[in-house]
């Protein structure tokens, strides 16, 4: 055989051999390194973010986590400052949605969660002396001191509770609702149950204070807060244009969803003041099974093995 004619083909062939084993590098803008993603001050997006986040990191991408109220948050998403939100609680947020869909400023890339429920609850205690409906509250206002605890100024769910006092519906025409953050109104809670005062104020699950209080959804509320007590579905968007992007990633968003179980646990690590990155490594060293589905095709950001990686990181 021409000798020159060997060597290429031993040349050709170890490039082939090479080549089959190689890892597929992600077709990644460099812009993709950086996800900048937002919180609205719920401990069950700071659990969820705070997973995206080992992941992502393991994966040699930069999660930028921004605390932004939900209307700051989705106006950030519309002028291209957000790329990520785990957070779009449907069908409370449907206004926000529409409104980013009309402007073509978001894709739904996932349910990441589902069985989620919110609205108003009540301690048990107030649902044994006959709390247990929207309609009841006006019987006993004086022991509620006329007031209805929500979260953050500018969060759906207290914009709802608004339209209801302003409306006159159920007789809560004289009442007030007090904005706070979701930690101020669980003290609230505590207090009141220490005292074992009345108090109404908004409750969901996932939470760990549906492990910490007794606690009763009240029935009723459907036209604020939708029906099966406010039953909701969790949706991660993107914003426009951003998953074609960075299509690695993105398939990372779109197989990462969570249960219940799983953010009641991690959201009570967090209130109990663990590091959330770490309440968030340590559970998925407990759980390694579910990376498995979430990783499934997903490579680094320099494009290797995306299951690997993140298994060598967490030390499995």
């Keep these: 055989m021409n000798r020159n004619l060997a060597v290429g083909s031993f040349a050709l062939g170890l490039f082939l051999s090479l080549a089959g084993t190689a890892p597929v590098h992600a077709a990644e803008d ?10 609205p001050g719920w401990t069950d997006i700071t659990a969820t973010n705070a997973v995206a986040s080992v992941l992502l990191e393991a994966l040699g991408y930069e999660p930028d986590i921004k605390t932004l109220s939900v209307p700051i948050g989705y106006e950030s998403m519309k002028s291209g400052e957000i790329d990520v939100f785990l957070g779009n609680w449907m069908p409370a947020q449907s206004a926000f949605l529409e409104d980013l869909k009309k402007a073509d400023a978001v894709e739904i890339v996932n349910r990441n969660l589902e069985g989620a429920k919110f609205t108003l609850a009540v301690p048990s205690y107030v649902a044994d002396a006959g709390i247990k409906d929207f309609s009841d509250l006006q019987k006993r206002g004086e022991e509620f001191e006329h007031l209805i605890y929500g979260i953050e100024a500018g969060a759906p769910a207290n914009a709802s509770i608004e339209k209801m006092i302003a409306a006159n519906d159920f007789g809560l025409g004289d009442w007030e609702l007090v904005e706070s953050s979701e930690q101020a109104m669980l003290s609230q809670v505590d207090r009141a149950e220490a005292k074992k005062a009345f108090i109404v104020f908004l409750a969901w699950a996932p939470h760990p204070m549906n492990n910490r209080f007794e606690i009763t959804y009240l029935s009723g509320g459907d036209t604020y807060f939708g029906p099966n007590y406010g039953g909701a579905e969790v949706y991660t968007l993107a914003r426009s244009g951003w998953t074609k992007m960075c299509p690695n990633a993105a398939a990372l968003f ?39 589905k979430w990783l499934a095709g997903v490579t680094t950001f320099d494009g290797r093995p995306g299951l690997e990686s993140v298994k060598a990181t967490l030390g499995l």
Excluded: Y
């Excluded at 009570?268 to 498995?292: R, V």
């Design 30 to 39: 460099e812009a993709c390194k950086v996800i900048r993603m937002s919180d």
């Design 254 to 292: 779109k197989k990462l969803s969570f249960d219940i179980a799983m953010e009641n646990t991690l959201m009570g690590k967090i209130l109990e003041g663990e590091d959330p990155k770490e309440a968030a490594a340590a559970w998925l060293n407990e759980h390694p099974q579910m990376l498995d």
